[in-house]
């Protein structure tokens, strides 16, 4: 029988919870041991800390978003750009192979011609 496989988020989404779950826990810390520190200091009203987090997740995840299709792009890119290397080195080895054989020729028929001519004088 076979196993499933479990659903696993893609890799800019985990990344981006985890980066927005790390920034909403160093703003609450921010925001709930400042005033112990400064008391003069200007902190945020915790009202605002729900819209900051889904603001944060939507920066971070777009950012995440964009540079992993970026990322993908940029490895298309290298793969055409090494397949048409690969290629034209194909191509230049078969010219090549071309060349010896028919340079091959010539140097045979310049031989033989050589030959006739050496042996009518």
Not at 17 to 39: D, R
Not at 82 to 88: D, P, S, T
């Amino acid at each position: 029988m076979a196993k499933k496989k479990g659903f696993r988020l893609p890799k800019w989404l985990v990344n981006t919870l985890q980066m927005t779950i790390l920034v909403a826990i160093l703003m609450a810390v921010y925001n709930f041991l400042g005033p112990m520190v400064f008391k003069n200091g200007s902190y945020f009203p915790w009202w605002t800390f729900p819209y900051s987090v889904v603001g944060a997740l939507f920066l971070i995840g777009g950012w995440n978003f964009l540079s992993h299709r970026m990322n993908i792009m940029h490895n298309q890119i290298v793969a055409e750009d090494e397949a048409k290397k690969k290629r034209a080195e194909q191509i230049r080895q078969a010219n090549a192979v071309k060349e010896q054989a028919e340079a091959e020729k010539r140097r045979e028929r310049n031989a033989n011609r050589n030959k006739g001519k050496q042996q009518s004088r």
